[in-house]
């Protein structure tokens, strides 16, 4: 049902302008409080970590749950980060309540993905988590960089205050538009962890891993590279996370349709993004209107992602669905950590300029579990063919 999706999607816009609303903002935040940019990046690692660790067991422990309690209370931890954030805490205390609804982060989204297509026909199932995941990109072209643009006129805890507008009104949204939504039938642990024993999904999972990663060594320190690569003030990259994130709104609707047709052929034309938009950049040098096509391709490439990694896990397990979206998004924030980790290391011993071809290395990796998982599933078939 569309409307589940679109309050899915709402919800999302809150979870990701909290997650990733920090990205714009990483320099002030290093500065306020004296530490360098990659200990700064521990407020994105140290989220994306918890999700990574946490993720498939919270959406286990809470799977028998109402839905709509699951969706209001993790929207409530993101609304309390929000609130107490603005306030400029000392940082610990910054990163402790940047961690706390990274616990339920996967919950919600594995949640607001199942509800969403809860009466669906499989035709329009990817149709439809294409509308939850879009909250992504809605997230990096309207509250994201409006967030980075009011800290650029004054201070970095405006961001924190806009993250804190969003999440009420999603917790509102749910409140008010959703129905209850007890869990009918409780599926077994053990049926839902046996994916865990099947080649096809782990390589899946090692695909979304590695294109996350990849993505991620670059996108994390998107204003700090732009700063000091493509010499852009806070103003103009708050421009860019909008077009990245304008770009990304269509590219999330064209790769839920793709998705329908191809799910590993669209998988594989998006993540090519992680090999091209580095040699792209490259070659952008200081050209001004070049490095602005490129960051559009950028968004383009980069904004169905998680989509994408989604999917292409689900399709690999189609009967453990809430299971393998926390999965995937356990392991995509897994990459969010390791690619924030080496590409703030190899921006303090290199220099930012060098963090796109981490990418390119990490692309690679992901494209040839790809390979592997189709030889496997090939492999399979013949031997079921005699």
């Known amino acids: 049902m569309k409307k589940y999706a679109y309050i899915g ?129 809605i997230a990096m072209v309207t509250t994201v960089p409006f967030a980075t643009w009011l800290a650029g006129l004054g201070s970095w805890k405006y961001s924190f205050v806009v993250q804190t507008a969003v999440s009420l009104i999603a917790l509102i949204s749910i409140y008010v538009l959703l129905p209850s939504m007890p869990v009918k039938q409780k599926k077994s642990y053990g049926n839902q962890v046996r994916i865990l024993k099947q080649p096809p999904f782990i390589l899946s999972t090692l695909t979304n891993f590695f294109m996350i990663t990849a993505w991620f060594s670059t996108y994390s320190y998107f204003a700090d590279y732009l700063n000091k690569a493509k010499g852009m003030d806070t103003s103009m990259i708050s421009y860019m996370l909008f077009l990245f994130g304008i770009i990304g709104i269509l590219a999330n609707w064209i790769a839920g349709r793709m998705l329908n047709k191809n799910v590993a052929g669209t998988t594989a034309f998006f993540l090519s993004g992680t090999i091209l938009i580095p040699v792209l950049l490259y070659f952008s040098d200081g050209n001004l209107w070049a490095t602005i096509t490129v960051i559009g391709i950028w968004g383009f490439l980069y904004s169905p992602s998680f989509l994408n990694a989604s999917t292409y896990m689900i399709s690999s397990a189609p009967d453990s669905l809430e299971f393998a979206n926390s999965l995937a998004t356990s392991f995509g924030n897994l990459g969010v950590t390791l690619g924030t980790t080496i590409g703030g290391w190899v921006i303090i011993t290199k220099g930012v300029v060098y963090t796109p071809w981490v990418g390119l290395i990490f692309g690679l990796l992901a494209l040839l579990m790809m390979i592997l998982k189709m030889i496997f599933e090939k492999r399979v078939q013949r031997l079921s063919a005699c």
């Open 9 to 137: 999607c709402l919800g999302f816009i809150a979870v990701i302008t909290t997650e990733f609303g920090v990205i714009g903002i990483l320099p002030q935040i290093a500065e306020h409080y004296h530490i360098s940019i990659d200990k700064a990046g521990y407020l994105l690692s140290a989220f994306a970590l918890v999700i990574a660790l946490t993720g498939p067991f919270m959406t286990l422990f809470t799977s028998g749950i109402d839905r709509k309690k699951i969706m209001m209370a993790a929207i409530f931890m993101f609304l309390v980060t929000g609130i107490v954030s603005s306030f400029s805490p000392p940082f610990w205390l910054l990163m402790l309540v940047r961690v706390l609804p990274a616990f339920l982060q996967p919950v919600y989204i594995a949640t607001a993905l199942s509800v969403a297509v809860s009466d669906a026909d499989d035709r329009s199932k990817n149709s439809l988590m294409s509308i939850v995941f879009n909250g992504v990109a």
